[in-house]
């Protein structure tokens, strides 16, 4: 089955705490994607990454940074937390920049208090 | 930088009435997407639509995009409950969503 796995799906974690969210796709794509999504703002593009260790900022990059060291892998790596980080993260997957079948992660809601 | 404004922004409407989402921006896109969101999960994809003045229908919603594909609009006929939530159009080639329209049908 085509998935993109995300974890943790829940977390509450303290400022300055370095975390990392995973997101796993077994359709290897070569197009990942992280977005948070926060109220009335819609999804914004944290970094996309085009192929294995091409990545590259969306719209909201300050404070995260991602790695692409495998096709499946593309997590995304919160050095030191901050409250305003604090929203609902998806990963996506598609299987090239002009794919037009995009599979979502099912969201990771982070806390940092 | 590529931007998607929707308006509006929130939208509550009694059940059997008609409405109509827009998607605007000053740039041309290729293909543009409209998802639906529920609470806590991920977008779903309705539509994706190519062509300049292309009009596609899926039951009770009928998407068109801009002759000039920089705009595109999301009509919903008779509304009903079960139409309830976020709905999001995007930017296929660089996979930017606008802020999304929620909408709420009240029975």
């Known amino acids: 089955e085509a998935q993109v796995t995300q974890n943790p799906r829940y977390l509450i974690t303290v400022t300055g705490k370095k975390l990392t969210v995973t997101c796993s796709q077994n359709?290897?794509?070569?197009?990942m994607s992280w977005y948070r999504q926060d109220p009335g703002l819609g999804l914004r593009q944290i970094y996309y990454s085009m192929n294995v260790e091409v990545t590259d900022k969306g719209d909201v990059p300050e404070g995260y940074k991602v790695s692409r060291k495998e096709k499946r892998n593309f997590p995304l790596i919160l050095e030191s937390p901050s409250p305003n980080q604090t929203s609902l993260y998806f990963c996506a997957s598609r299987k090239s920049v002009s794919g037009n079948t995009i599979y979502f992660g099912e969201g990771s809601w982070l806390t940092v208090v | 930088t590529q931007l998607l404004e929707q308006s509006p922004q929130f939208l509550s409407i009694q059940e059997g009435e008609n409405l109509t989402v827009y998607c605007n921006s000053s740039s041309v896109f290729s293909s543009l997407q409209w998802y639906r969101q529920e609470p806590g999960e991920g977008p779903v994809l309705l539509v994706t639509v190519v062509t300049g003045g292309e009009v596609k229908k899926l039951k009770r919603l009928t998407f068109q995009f801009g002759d000039a594909r920089k705009d595109s609009s999301l009509h919903i006929t008779a509304a009903q409950p079960g139409d309830t939530g976020l709905y999001l159009c995007?930017?296929?080639?660089?996979?930017?969503f606008g802020q999304g329209t929620e909408l709420s049908v009240k029975p």
């Open positions: 359709m290897n794509h070569e197009y």
């Open positions: 995007a930017g296929v080639h660089k996979l930017i």
